[in-house]
């Protein structure tokens, strides 16, 4: 079916004037950060050529679909949790203070979102109430979110949200490729592949992997292999 403006232009219709999309990348990796990319979008009737869901697009087409992306819509921006974040706060909580450092990127910009469309059908985006005083990270003013399942394959602005998010944690991965490449990052990007799982196995885990999760000892490579997840490439 591929993506549209239509629950954009839904909102739009019932009075938004911004609507932004949201996604995520790198939630299942064993290394490096979590990526979250959105787009803020006002009423508009275009987009650009062959914007797809970032899984169904080759690196080469996701990097030219990006470029095109700079000029699309009213502003765009990726925030990112390390490693080192998703052993501190748990895999939602980094995926939530990324988001956050997404939306206060839009909001330097001078741009107040009235709906946020978010892919899947879990909000990890609003603050539960027991983190509303969480000293140890400022919460924005996060706008009412919706929840749209498979809206990456589906939504104009989330499908935007999740190449620039992909191409921008991929380059992230290349680039820590080059300081341990015996991890084969700059294949796997930080999935838990069977040559990712061996290297662990035998080098242990680096400053950029995720301690906090079941890495592969020394001794069992093998038993780890079907419990990690593998998560979006």
């Known amino acids: 079916m591929g993506v549209s403006l239509s629950v954009e232009a839904t909102l739009w219709g019932a009075g938004a004037r911004v609507v932004a999309g949201m996604d995520e990348v790198g939630r299942g990796a064993l290394a490096g950060p979590v990526s979250v990319g959105v787009v803020a979008v006002g009423p ?28 699309f819509g009213l502003a765009r921006a990726i925030g990112s949790a390390s490693s080192s974040e998703v052993d501190e706060r748990g895999i939602v909580g980094a995926l939530r203070l ?5 939306l206060d990127t839009l909001a330097d910009a001078g741009v107040d979102v009235d709906v946020l469309l978010l892919d899947g ?6 603050p539960p109430p027991s983190d509303l005083f969480d000293s ?16 990456d394959a589906t939504c104009v602005s989330i499908a935007a949200a999740s190449v620039l998010a992909k191409v921008e944690r991929d380059e992230v991965m290349v680039e820590g490729h080059g300081r341990h490449p015996e991890y084969g990052w700059i294949r796997n990007k930080g999935y838990g592949t069977p040559g990712h799982l061996e290297a662990l ?9 995720r301690t906090s999760w079941k890495l ?18």
């Open 44 to 71: 508009c009737a275009a987009w650009p050529a062959g914007l797809a869901d970032s899984k169904d697009l080759t690196p080469s087409r996701r990097q030219s679909i990006a470029a095109a992306l700079a000029g």
């Open 216 to 233: 592969p000892s020394l001794r069992t490579p093998e038993a780890f292999v079907d419990r990690c997840p593998q998560g979006r490439h």
């Open 201 to 209: 196995a035998l080098l242990g885990p680096t400053p950029w992997h």
């Open 136 to 151: 140890s990270a400022s919460a924005p003013c996060v706008p009412p979110v919706t929840t749209i399942v498979k809206g």
């Open 98 to 102: 990324a988001g956050w450092r997404a």
């Open 121 to 126: 059908h879990h909000d990890w985006l609003t």
